[in-house]
């Protein structure tokens, strides 16, 4: 949830922006690349993140009348939302139980609780029931994602993710690439290209070693795949990545 300025995330050619009291949700995990829109010093960017606990999710769903679904298992994995008063209320109080840690053992579930409680009464609550439904479309191509991002360096094997989703592989292929707008090869890519980034950047790998410990058999492959993702060659990216690290983390 943006609380202030904005921010904008590329998911292969979606880009999807999202403004103070808007959240971005994530049913899936999906490889995008986020920037800044709107920060200065006097109004830096403030954001906060909230993991949602599906066990929990599913209790509070249990209690409510069962939410429609219809046409909530298809399209995009990624979506924003409008964040109205009372949820962000909850979200507020949420943020405040930093302040008071003797209090969150007591009142973190109940907040969370109530949380769930708004997401599935609002506006999107057919989507997020879905993430509640353990053979739901998402939740089964979820499966497979989570086995693809956990060893992502190994080649894809399009039946064995299938296998994974409960599904056929015209199936699979269909609801994959709905969910995430991408092939699993392209998906597949997306990991390879920014764990290699963050390995240069954050520990200052060269870009051989990054290539091959991402799954890279040629490193010259590697680099014009980065350049078509980022812009620019992946040491002139890590450089600039490091250098304004350095910049920001200054005294």
Do not use: W
Not at 163 to 170: K, L, N, P, R
């Amino acid at each position: 949830m943006v609380v202030q300025g904005a921010k904008s995330v590329m998911l292969g050619d979606v880009a999807l922006d999202y403004r103070a009291m808007q959240a971005l949700v994530a049913s899936v995990e999906l490889p995008g690349v986020g920037r800044v829109l709107e920060a200065t010093p006097e109004r830096p960017l403030l954001v906060m993140a909230l993991e949602l606990d599906v066990p929990l999710l599913i209790e509070t769903m249990r209690q409510l009348p069962p939410a429609p679904t219809s046409g909530a298992d298809h399209g995009l994995g990624l979506y924003v939302v409008d964040v109205g008063a009372p949820l962000a209320d909850c979200l507020l109080r949420l943020l405040n139980l930093l302040g008071a840690p003797q209090e969150i053992p007591m009142l973190l579930p109940l907040l969370l609780r109530e949380i769930y409680f708004r997401l599935l009464n609002g506006p999107h609550r057919d989507k997020f029931a879905t993430l509640g439904l353990p053979e739901s479309r998402t939740r089964r191509v979820a499966d497979a994602l989570h086995m693809l991002r956990c060893d992502f360096a190994r080649p894809v094997r399009i039946d064995e993710l299938a296998v994974t989703a409960g599904m056929s592989v015209s199936s699979f292929h269909h609801h994959f690439k709905q969910l995430t707008s991408m092939t699993p090869l392209q998906y597949q890519k997306q990991l390879r290209l920014l764990e290699a980034k963050r390995l240069m950047v954050a520990e200052n790998a060269n870009v051989t070693r990054a290539a091959f410990h991402v799954g890279y058999e040629s490193a010259s492959q590697f680099s014009r795949e980065y350049v078509r993702m980022f812009g620019l060659t992946p040491r002139r990216d890590a450089l600039v990545a490091r250098t304004l690290y350095r910049m920001h983390a200054a005294p």
